[in-house]
């Protein structure tokens, strides 16, 4: 008998839990369930800058077990043929500070991480310390589809439509995997889930070669060169749920950077998005058993990346499959017709 798992929601944990769980889990039939997919998710406008970001209160060692996994995952990408396809490059640039700053606890992952000299500083008046560092970058507009395409050469199905209860596939599926980012609270009736929203320029600014994220005036202001163009940055407003671009947040950002590198004065505005970060007290990666009778269904939640939804993906899908796995192991199978 076929077994049979659902994924709900096409963003970047969805399709990566998806792609995961076909490598993981042997013998299983994969179908990703959404109400949107690329381009329209908040994963295709994120910059996908690896560093951990907006993360709460889940545990230190599990962020760093998550991000490393990625880290590695991303990494093999970058050095193989399919870099291009899969959006993944690698970006040199600055963090700057007013105050000196404790070291982060990704300082030994990423490439080169090193304090800035007063020779370096030089560059940046106003500002008293700072790091040098390469991260890996992974453009969400080019990601999923890339995993989309592979998910599919797998035997993956898709369907489209909206879930309002997860018990509603219990006659139809062994496990549900739900990654619905912000849409869980609602699903799922989880009160934690809260939006924090994030609002960007994307910029044409082809001299901008490194990245700059830099925190004064009580804005943290960054500067993302991706491969076709540059993304300026941002806000993180709790509790915020306006999609459209506002334009106080509009000018905040656009003199923050330009302050921050005055040559992008003379860029040109391609677009202004806003994204809903989906953010929780810790992320929420669990196996749970829902519903009573025919409608029991067992479920893996994976949602609440709140910042870091591709810093973490790869490393969280991986989690996902082994518990995806382990539900299948341990559940008494029923004929799902």
């Known amino acids: 008998m076929v077994r049979r798992v659902c994924v709900v929601g096409a963003g970047v944990v969805g399709l990566s839990s998806a792609v995961c769980i ?24 994120a910059a996908g800058f690896w560093e951990p970001h907006i993360l709460n209160d889940t545990p230190q060692e599990l962020i760093r077990r998550w991000g490393d996994e990625t880290w590695d995952h991303l ?54 310390s700072g790091w040098f560092s ?57 009160s934690t889930v809260q939006p924090v929203r994030g609002q960007v320029y994307r910029v044409h600014a082809p001299w901008i070669k490194c990245f700059f994220d830099a925190e004064y005036d009580g804005h943290d ?57 989906p953010s929780r007290p810790k992320v929420r990666l669990e196996r749970e058993s829902v519903g009573k009778g025919s409608s029991s269904l067992e479920v893996v939640h994976n949602y609440g990346h709140g910042g870091a939804g ?7 899908a991986q989690q996902a499959a082994r518990l995806v796995q382990e539900a299948l192991s341990l559940q008494q199978l029923k004929p799902k017709l």
Not at 23 to 32: D, H, I, N, R, S
Not at 310 to 316: S, V
């Open 221 to 277: 202001f960054y500067i993302f060169p991706c491969s076709n163009n540059v993304v300026l940055g941002g806000t993180a407003q709790k509790g915020n749920w306006n999609l459209s671009p506002h334009p106080t947040d509009s000018k905040a950002i656009w003199e923050g950077c330009c302050q921050l590198v005055p040559s992008l004065r003379k860029c040109k505005v391609d677009h202004e998005w806003v994204g809903l970060r």
């Open 134 to 190: 390469t991260h890996l970058l992974c453009e969400g507009r080019k990601y999923l589809p890339w995993l989309m395409t592979k998910f599919k050469k797998a035997g993956g199905k898709v369907q489209q439509g909206k879930v309002t209860s997860l018990t509603e596939l219990a006659d139809r599926y062994n496990v549900v995997v739900n990654c619905c980012g912000i849409g869980a609270g609602e699903l799922v009736g989880d």
């Open 22 to 45: 076909q490598e993981k889990v042997p013998g299983v039939q994969v179908t990703v369930l959404s109400e949107k997919f690329s381009p329209h998710t908040t994963s295709d406008g």
């Open 310 to 316: 591709i810093t973490l993906h790869w490393g969280c």
């Open 75 to 128: 990494k093999t990408l970058y050095l193989s043929p399919v870099a291009c396809d899969a959006g993944v490059i690698l970006l040199s640039g600055y963090h700057l500070h007013k105050q000196p700053q404790q070291d982060p606890d990704w300082a030994s992952t990423v490439f080169g991480f090193r304090h800035l000299t007063k020779q370096d500083l030089q560059q940046f008046p106003g500002f008293s």
